[in-house]
Nanobody
């Protein structure tokens, strides 16, 4: 059974850092593009970061570029999202996602077919 389980969310102060983890089971993360999306209160779901299956390149939304980094540990079959210089507007429910085979535009939500349950990130002083 294909499954994604996120962890690492919590409360952080503005300017602080958090690292989210996404443990995958039922498939190998190194054979699919993987991504992170978020949904802020009262807003729609948006992609924030993604990594290609071969690990050669990553994509980040303009709103997080230079602050967030996506990475992958193939041995642990886990994907990470390192979030630095956090802002109150980063407050959201963060989801890990697996792209469909053959996906080409990893910044698009519609390219993803399996989602985790989400982990809450709150940035507040």
């Amino acid at each position: 059974q294909v499954q994604l389980v996120e962890s690492g969310g919590g409360l952080a102060q503005p300017g602080g850092s958090l690292r989210l983890s996404c443990a995958a089971s039922g498939f190998t993360v190194s054979t699919y593009h993987m991504g992170w999306a978020r949904q802020a209160p009262g807003k729609g779901l948006e992609m924030v970061s993604a990594i290609y299956d071969d690990g050669t390149d990553t994509w980040h939304a303009d709103s997080v570029k230079g602050r967030f980094t996506i990475s992958r540990d193939n041995a642990k079959n886990t994907v990470y999202l390192q979030m630095n210089s956090l802002k109150p507007e980063d407050t959201a429910l963060y989801y890990c996602a697996k792209a469909m085979k053959g996906a080409r535009h990893i910044g698009l939500l519609l390219e993803y077919d399996v989602w985790g349950q989400g982990t809450q990130v709150t940035v507040s002083s």
